[in-house]
Each structure stands twice: as structure tokens, then as C-alpha cells.
């Protein structure tokens, strides 16, 4: 018996060193993650993808729409554009060969500073070519780096001063594009039609379809409409892809427009309107893609149109500074 009683108080008090232990853990990595994380959204200050962050600097519950996605997201979709024509406001949180996971963090961090009236989920992430064991792990690691953001910038320490350590942050840099890659580079696809209708699908890797869900939850917790949007791309889509995509839009009760599948109808053009053969989408392209989205977002949804108002005059000064970059290039009958 006696026995008995000293085992249990060895393994209480064995769990009380694990959990004594697991608690300090978290509490240092909370402490270096703070210390460590820029204390401003440039390039300089330590801050990765900067142009995907630049919603740090905008006014306070100023973005109506929120744009996430990969490369395609960043260079398929023109915020100016959708200003200029439609006065929404809209961000393009980006980042290169990002997984949906990915894409919950940055929507997390925007909503530190903002409250987007709509979500939009660029489609081609939720493909991401890798195996399940890479996939999960990619996944994970985001999930850990929004929580724990030492893991992301541990390597800051080479480069803060100590008073920079516990500075409050002071987010200043300013994206004029909103998000937006700004490229003028033509290079045509002019291979076959690739969309040709078929009943086939691809199949939606399982934790991606898992992870998803979990986005989809996130913003129905909070009460954010979200719309799934795929912009052209010869080399990351399909009309299986189409299909697939429909199919959980479906499931899900989330809308789904298709804007490859719609070429036509917006006049689309291969041959002008891709800056790498047809991967990923110059200006003109991507102002064709954001004239149709804007359209449809005015006949879906309720947007105040915000052009003439002064708490929004910065967005027509950054609308002259988008049009000297864009319009002033070779592609002078770009408009």
C-alpha cells in the first residue's frame, strides 16, 4: 500500500515537472517571438514578404476585401484597378508557393488592423503539387510560425539591437499597388486551348481539403462571406481542377467563379496578356481579371463606393502613383 501511495506521488509529481517545463517552453517562445518579430513592415526591418504585410500601414478597418492566395493571387488581381472603376477598397495578402495554411496566418495577422467585408481564396494554392508527408509538415510549420513567430525570424538576432528587442512596433511601409506584383512583361502562351471540357476530376490533397475547411470555419466564425476565384493560368489549371473545385464549393456552401473558364467573355488574350508564357498574369491581364471580379462583386454584394470621400482621398493619390508606374511603360496602349 505503501507502495502504492509513493508511485502516485512520484508520477504527480513527474507530470507537474512536464507541465512546469511545457509552460516555461511556451513562455520563452512567446517572450523571443516578440522580441524577435520586425517592429516594422519593410524589408529592412526584417519583415518577409513586406508587399504581402503592407496592410499593416493602411487605415484602420479600411480594406473591404482581402485577397489571399500564391503567386497567381499577387499577379492575377489589380487593386487600383478595382478602386478606380468600382471604389473598393481591396488587399492582395500574397505570398509565392503559399499553402492554405499559409494563407490563414496572413488572414489572421490582416485582421489584427482590419475587417474585410469579403474574403477572397485564390483556388490554385489548394493544388499544391507535393506529397502528404510534405504537405502536412508545410502546413504545421505555418501554423507554428503564426503562433510562435521565432521560428520565422530567429535568425533576427544577428541583425536587432538590443533596444529594438522590446520596441513597440511602428508598421510605416507603404504598398501603393496594394498587394499587387506590378509587371508590363509580355510573354505569350501559344500552345492548345487546355480547358476542354471533361467530367473528370483532380483529386484535392486531404490535408489541403482539411486545412481548408478550417479557413472556411475561421471566417464563418467571424462572420466574413468568402468567395473562391481562379484566375487564368495554363500551367496550374485544369478544367478536372474546375470540376473539383466546383464539386466542394458545392459541399460547402461557398461561391466559386471560375475567371479562367470565362476568358472569353472578358477578352482574355494569351498572347498579351501573360508576363512568363502563361503561368502568371502581367498588368494587362491582371486588369481584365479585376474589371469582370469587380463586376461580379457589385452585383453580389453590398460595397460602398468610397471614390470622392476624404477619410479615403490616399487611395486616389496612390491611384496616380500605380497609373505612372503601369501606364508609363512600354506597353503604352495598355489602356
Not at 515537472?17 to 511556451?26: N, P
Not at 496578356?273 to 502568371?280: A, E, V
Request: glycine share 4%.
Amino acid at each position: 500500500m505503501e507502495e502504492q501511495r509513493f508511485d502516485k506521488k512520484a508520477t504527480f509529481k513527474n507530470f507537474t515537472k512536464i507541465v512546469s517545463f511545457l509552460l516555461i517552453l511556451v513562455i520563452l517562445l512567446l517572450v523571443f517571438s516578440y522580441a524577435l518579430s520586425p517592429k516594422d513592415n519593410t524589408a529592412k526591418g526584417g519583415m518577409m514578404n513586406p508587399n504581402a504585410r503592407g496592410f499593416y500601414s493602411e487605415k484602420k478597418n479600411s480594406i473591404d476585401v482581402m485577397i489571399l492566395g500564391n503567386s497567381d493571387a499577387y499577379s492575377g488581381f489589380s487593386p487600383m484597378e478595382l478602386w478606380n472603376q468600382y471604389g473598393i477598397t481591396s488587399y492582395i495578402s500574397a505570398e509565392g508557393r503559399s499553402t492554405v495554411s499559409d494563407s490563414l496566418n496572413l488572414l489572421k495577422e490582416a485582421l489584427t488592423c482590419q475587417k474585410p467585408k469579403l474574403v477572397i481564396l485564390e483556388t490554385d494554392e489548394l493544388f499544391f503539387d507535393q506529397n502528404k508527408v510534405d504537405e502536412f509538415s508545410t502546413n504545421i510549420a505555418a501554423s507554428l510560425n503564426r503562433t510562435f513567430s521565432v521560428f520565422r525570424y530567429h535568425n533576427r538576432w544577428k541583425t536587432t539591437s538590443f533596444a529594438e528587442l522590446f520596441k513597440k512596433p511602428d508598421y510605416t511601409a507603404h504598398c501603393v499597388s496594394k498587394g499587387q506584383y506590378l509587371s508590363n512583361n509580355v510573354k505569350g502562351y501559344t500552345g492548345k486551348e487546355y480547358m476542354k471540357k471533361t467530367s473528370k476530376k483532380n483529386v484535392m490533397p486531404l490535408v489541403t481539403r482539411s486545412f481548408t475547411a478550417k479557413f472556411l470555419n475561421f471566417c464563418k466564425s467571424r462572420d466574413i462571406p468568402v468567395l473562391l476565384v481562379q484566375v487564368p493560368s495554363k500551367t496550374s489549371w485544369s478544367y478536372q481542377k474546375h470540376n473539383t473545385m466546383k464539386h466542394f464549393a458545392e459541399e460547402n456552401n461557398v461561391p466559386f467563379l471560375d475567371l479562367d473558364l470565362k476568358r472569353q467573355e472578358y477578352g482574355f488574350d494569351w498572347k498579351t496578356d501573360t508576363r512568363d508564357g502563361g503561368n502568371h498574369l502581367n498588368c494587362r491581364g491582371a486588369k481584365k481579371v479585376t474589371l469582370t471580379l469587380g463586376e461580379y462583386l457589385i452585383n453580389n454584394y453590398e460595397f460602398e463606393d468610397h471614390r470622392g470621400q476624404e477619410a479615403f482621398q490616399s487611395w486616389d493619390e496612390d491611384y496616380k502613383e500605380y497609373y505612372k508606374t503601369v501606364y508609363s511603360s512600354a506597353l503604352n496602349d495598355f489602356k
